[in-house]
């Protein structure tokens, strides 16, 4: 039912967006809205201070006339994705509202307290060092006794340091077993980062006057994500109500993909002004 209701509300904004007529005259500080000129100027500032980001011109029978042929719209390639929304469960501990405004709520920074979280778990936890193959266990504590400990032989440091800098010390290797190996071998898929990759792609909406996002993704082998991996990669409060899948306006072969809904980007725009 709510896929039907997106479908039915983009066809009519399709509609009103040939209708509309292009804004020519700037309005960026009154509404926060932006001219096709606007929108091309403020891509190149991109382009020239973000060197991955490209213009792009995609079908040319889909070019728009109110901006140049060479750059209909903004890309950038091979942003990676590590995680997907699951792993990254929201929190109200970790939340801090970072510019509070009257009646709007301001601006909240989801994991703002996120880097002490993850640091005081690793001092509690104690920390995992390899040495020589072993593995032993290290735990991080306010040791006060610093002063009854031996000082250590400097002498003895810097023939250890010479020896060690010297090209014509012989030093020794322990090859791995052949079982560590293939142990190791067995073991490579389970250590390896999955890692999703999109491609960004920004146009320039003529009904709401604003830059509107596009995402494509991408899995570990380069292969197009279907509809429902995408949707793992969206929050659940926004996905399929503020960001939808719909047909990309200058690429009409690769079928739909993630959009955020710019309704709301005007009023965004206008408080960064």
Not at 20 to 32: A, D, Y
Not at 72 to 95: A, G, S
Not at 145 to 164: T, W
Request: proline residues 5%; negative net charge.
């Amino acid at each position: 039912m709510e896929n039907m209701f997106n479908s039915m509300k983009s066809t009519l904004i399709n509609i009103a967006r040939d209708v509309t007529p292009i804004l020519s005259e700037t309005k960026f500080r009154e509404k926060g809205v932006l001219t096709p000129a606007e929108f091309v100027a403020a891509g190149d500032f991109l382009v020239h201070h973000c060197p991955t980001w490209k213009w792009g011109t995609g079908d040319e029978s889909k070019a728009k006339s109110h901006l140049p042929k060479d750059k209909q719209f903004l890309i950038t390639r091979n942003v990676p994705c590590y995680k997907r929304c699951k792993q990254m469960e929201h929190k109200d501990n970790l939340e801090k509202v970072v510019d509070e405004e009257n009646g709007d709520g301001g601006w909240v920074d989801t994991h703002y307290y996120a880097d002490s979280t993850i640091t005081e778990s690793s001092k509690s936890a104690g920390q995992i060092e390899s040495i020589g193959g072993k593995q032993t266990q290290t735990t991080v504590e306010d040791n006060n006794d610093d002063d009854d400990e031996e000082p250590e032989d400097m002498e003895a440091f810097e023939r250890q340091e010479i020896a060690s800098n010297d090209p014509l010390a012989v030093t020794t290797t322990t090859r791995p077993s052949a079982s560590a190996i293939t142990t190791d071998d067995n073991n490579a898929g389970q250590n390896t980062l999955q890692t999703r990759t999109y491609d960004l792609n920004i146009t320039y909406d003529t009904y709401y006057q604003t830059p509107r996002l596009w995402l494509t993704g991408y899995d570990e082998n380069h292969k197009p994500l279907t509809v429902d991996q995408m949707y793992e990669d969206i929050s659940q409060d926004h996905a399929k109500k503020t960001v939808t899948m719909e047909q990309h306006p200058n690429l009409p072969g690769t079928g739909p993909m993630p959009s955020i809904h710019p309704c709301r980007h005007a009023d965004v725009m206008k408080k960064i002004n």
